[in-house]
């Protein structure tokens, strides 16, 4: 029988992330009268040394050894060869997951969470805030600023802080504070309530709370930090793809099938972006990124300038949107539940590069529960909404009978998010759609904003 | 800087099992009335491949190729370096620990549930049944029934069940059935809820409805499964120990001290067992199980026999026991709440080779935060025992001047175990001791037994 976990010896981690922006054109982020935002712009929410690193278009940057000393922890990832699922699918594909659950908040968010933790510290910043949607990026800033004796305040979407009061547990057990967004701590919190007091909240919201609650330090000590959309986050993630690269090398394999779930898309575009050059190059290779049907950001808004939080605090960015004031109903893949898109994952989907689907939340949980029952592991429900997608490609691949190389993030483990499947196994969970009407509704917002570019990467 | 995860090669999985029963004596299980138990008295209970198992004294035992491939859905597990926790007390100490947190149910209970489940299975058994403290052994005998298709029922000790609702969600995800014990299923439940219909219930009493409900199946097909104890489970755990062997010598050390918490004594001894010889023809080191003070059955009990289960439906087992009426009070390392002791185990430390210690639930909960801030997993709070004595070792040696070579079983993580730490955080959790009166009172039910003879291995 095959063997189940490939792993790349210590000793072969990647000491270079890859940057994408040295392949593919991106529409600039813009402020709202339409001019070009500056690094010093971005100087009271994020260190300069990150800011340098996300208008970068260097291809390889070199991962600081103290993060590396801190990524050791838990990587390389195994790449897993699921083959029970193969079993009991009866399917020729090969199938394949890159194991990000196996960090100590579970999920891949630390990939970017340590490197953003260590350039604050480096740049001598006291104390982080951020917010979360699940909680899996809020635990994973809390226990990176725990490694760099840092403050953290995390603003948690408060649907997600109600369905998962552990999180914030966790959080604790790093020494971090976690409160349910909107709060009436900032003033983007209290103007949300005052519109729905019953608001079940989103990243929007809590993205607008956290970098308020960040530029208006008097200390001048304490920066925003974002868990996805950025240009640095994906290039932190692409260590991902970097390793699993070198795991099929070492099997002699080369995936047909790139597949990640999407909600702001950093776990997605760290297993693919190493690829996509591949592809851009020539390769035939078909790429994925999967978003729930009830937030279907890629496979159905357009792609435009929109602001990545609700207030309007953030500059103006090229991407797939929803609307800025898009709050998605509360699915329980908390991590997807985001209006817009990284605009790098963006421009790939624009060009045709990246080909996104959308699953029901039936579909998600039913492949959940049938990954657990075949290979043990309990998925994070943002993980099965990849894992749906991978099954429907598996049954794809056995009606062509074609022995095809599937590969997927395991963006992390579900084992805070049981509540959720009890739901779902005592069937108390429904799909929810978007209808054309509240597509239009909410995607009116951008109207009047400028329009990106087409840009061609090959 | 150092490597932190110290992984084996998949193509170096131990491919047989070490049996202690080659290298020491046990006192044999006895009838109520004296007389040794036979296999086939046991045949109600266990199947017979199992049983022969159980009575080996062949040094080692192939694992058989199914079972292999189930347990490298996880294994090899790494052996980790805490350079964090070292750097945290400032010692020279270099602490290991075997991270056994990284199998799907989250603990090292699967080691034993898999060949288990698979013995069953090739015996002819369609379903099986069993007891569970904490919850870590239901999920992984629900996990390991999934994998080989046998239907799974499990008796939670109700304090535990209370406190952990999620741990019955993750055995449905697999398939299996929780229900709280006492239950009213069981002659011997409704007896336990006649003594005290509030009981917390004990790991004694659901052992007891368990073993009920497999052996008064009319069917025939039914089998008990016993997650620690017995030298079968013990058999199985050794891959954990014999895995670290490997890992130390790839890296040229050598272990001074072995820690690892004890309840029904599994986890240490599958870490303890493969080392236990070499200290037996003369080596120096030291072997520390670990049990709460709350429940000191090494520390404090007689080596005596007793029942294993609270309604004596088991054999007389020469162990370390408090006495099968015990009801531990509800701490919350619930793997630890056991009236007895593995016989291998109990041996070990009747003759000296094996030095146990206890330490506090305070001492637990404290060592469980510093290892997750200095090295961010959440551990149980059974392992939390067993680093709380890792500390201590670590903290002497600083005071020695000695770079001891400490390792220890990360025996699970605490994911489903952070409403505990949620208590500890704020202060609620108190400690409890035994007193000499509780100690001679719970004694008392052995005194008419027979009485185990000195043994001597060395």
Redesign the interface.
Known sequence: ?S?????L???EIPRQWYNILADIQLNPPLKPDGSPVTPEDLAPVFPMNLIEQEVSTQRWIDIP?PV??VL???RPAPLYRA??LERALGTPARIFVKNEG?????SHKPNTAVPQAYYNKVFGIRRMTTETGAGQWGSALA?AC??FGIECRVYMVRVSFEQKP?RK??M????GQCVPSPSSETRAGRAALARDPRTPGSLGIAISEAVEAAVTDPSGKTRYSLGSVLNHVMLHQTIIGLEAKKQFASIGLYPDVIVGCAGGGSNFAGLAFPFVLDKINGRELAIHPVEPAACPTLTRAPFVYDHGDTAGYTPLLAMHSLGHDFVPPPIHAGGLRYHGMAPTVSQLVAEGIAEPRAVTQSEAYAAG?LW??T????PAPETANALAQVVKEALQAKEEGRAKVIVATFSGHG??D??A??KY?AGELSDVQMSAEELRKSTEVFQNYPKPQALKSR
């Open positions: 029988m063997d189940r976990n490939i792993l010896p210590v000793s050894e590396l000393d050791r922890i838990w083959l029970g196996l960090s100590p908040p579970g226990f725990a490694q552990y547990t966790m604790a057990m790093w020494g529960v657990a029952r290979e043990g592991t309990i084992l805070l049981l509540a499947y009890e196994l």
